[in-house]
């Protein structure tokens, strides 16, 4: 396999900004990750949960808190899974797992620089974050595209910050980036229900310290995040499906989205609420 395809390492990046993401990445416990990967991809990939299986490989197990998953009261018609975003790998392949559970197609909004591994690409739905106007064809494309996928079925998995949450101080609590109002509107106008998930934790303190000063060396600690979590649990709470009826009677996108981050936080365990709410 090309190591390009397994980095946070892109061409057009500058070249000692390459160097520094591979060498890290090398450090962090690449190499053990490429070969996982390489037996999911061999004997793994073609089966009915294949995400579940990946995260059995790793060793990842997902657990479910306050109810059983899949849960039974979700509705037929457009789905939307909505959730925090603490560690960046572990918790998407995570809510993929989740989501492969419930026994519809989905497919998830990811940004499209992480669309380098081809077995991810026919379950992702490209978001550019750059400020440019291919960028914006890129999002309108994938808003067209998600509104389709919905009225036949298709479950849309958002992180609605596009982002990894990060601690102001490195030892603090990390707080979701802002919530784009864009999974309001996709909401709306497809009139759908949507499924609240918060993920327990956060990355570590490093992470969060090079996150205040370099985009570089916060790009090259993800593998070593993600490494981190071999051999452990990710806990996840469900909360009970909120009808589009629910979401229809507020005003604007921002009230919608500030409602939906909140039952998302308030599934946060009790130590962690009231700092995790304090922003709304």
């Not at 037996?39 to 059983?68: A, C, F, H, P």
């Not at 026994?103 to 909004?109: N, Q, T, V």
């Not at 609240?196 to 969060?208: A, M, T």
Request: proline share 6%; no cysteine.
């Amino acid at each position: 396999m090309d190591y390009a395809e397994f980095s946070y390492a892109n061409p057009d990046h500058h070249p000692l900004k390459r160097m520094v993401i591979r060498s890290i990445e090398r450090l962090s416990g690449r190499r053990k990750l490429l070969d996982l990967y390489e037996i999911w991809k061999q004997s793994i990939v073609t089966t009915d949960y294949m995400w579940s299986e990946l995260l059995r490989l790793i060793n990842i197990r997902v657990s479910v808190d306050s109810g059983e998953w899949p849960p039974k009261d979700v509705p037929n018609g457009p789905l939307v899974l909505i959730a925090n975003h603490p560690y960046g790998i572990g918790d998407g392949l995570a809510i993929l797992s989740l989501a492969e559970q419930l026994g519809r197609p989905f497919k998830i909004m990811i940004n499209n620089e992480l669309l380098k591994l081809p077995e991810i690409r026919p379950f992702s739905l490209p978001v550019d974050f750059e400020e440019t106007k291919e960028a914006l064809k890129t999002n309108m494309a994938t808003r067209k595209e998600a509104l389709k996928l919905l009225e036949e079925g298709t479950t849309i998995i958002v992180f609605p910050g596009g982002g990894v949450a990060t601690a102001q101080k490195p030892f603090g609590r990390a707080e979701e980036l802002p919530w784009k109002t864009f999974t309001a509107k996709m909401i709306r106008s497809s009139k759908a229900t949507v499924l609240p998930i918060h993920f327990e934790g956060q990355n570590s303190w490093l992470f969060h310290l090079v996150s205040r000063f370099s985009l570089t060396l916060r790009l090259s600690l993800y593998v070593r995040e993600f490494r981190r979590t071999l051999g452990q649990a990710i806990r996840a709470r469900a909360g009970a499906p909120i009808p589009y009826e629910t979401i229809s009677g507020f005003k604007d996108q921002k009230e919608v989205m500030d409602f939906l981050q909140s039952k998302v936080m308030e599934m946060a365990p009790a130590e962690q609420k009231e700092r995790l709410l304090s922003r709304h």
